[in-house]
Nanobody
Framework: QLAESGGGLVQAGGSLRLSCAAS????????MGWFRQAPGKGHEFVAA????????EYADSVKGRFTISRDNGKNTMYLQMNSLRPEDTAVYYC???????????????????WGQGTQVTVSS
């Protein structure tokens, strides 16, 4: 089970830190990722991280502004979001899948487990 937290309302240029806490199983050997869905749009890839954090991938739209990380000891993944823009407004979801490689995954179809989402709203 995955549970996101940390969403909220922030002004443009501000920062938020999202957390994704995993429970019910160990996610150490799982690749994980963040996706978002804005009103009227489909799921959009944001960032992905492999099981031990040494392979990371970002969408072009968030490179240089967002940082994905994980703490396997706490079974938690994070998304630090800086320099937020109104177009970052969306529901943010975390996802996980079992993997036995260093791969990351940018497609939602590659993930098995999903959280319920947390709303991020950036005002202009």
């Amino acid at each position: 089970q995955l549970a996101e937290s940390g969403g909220g309302l922030v002004q443009a240029g501000g920062s938020l830190r999202l957390s994704c806490a995993a429970s019910g199983r160990t996610y150490i050997v799982h690749a994980m990722g963040w996706f978002r869905q804005a009103p009227g749009k489909g799921h959009e890839f944001v960032a992905a991280i492999n099981w031990n954090g040494d392979n990371i991938e970002y969408a072009d739209s968030v490179k240089g502004r967002f940082t994905i990380s994980r703490d396997n000891g706490k079974n938690t993944m994070y998304l630090q979001m800086n320099s937020l823009r109104p177009e970052d407004t969306a529901v943010y979801y975390c996802a996980a899948r079992f993997v036995d490689s260093r791969d990351t995954y940018a497609s939602g179809d590659d993930y098995t487990y999903w959280g319920q989402g947390t709303q991020v709203t950036v005002s202009s």
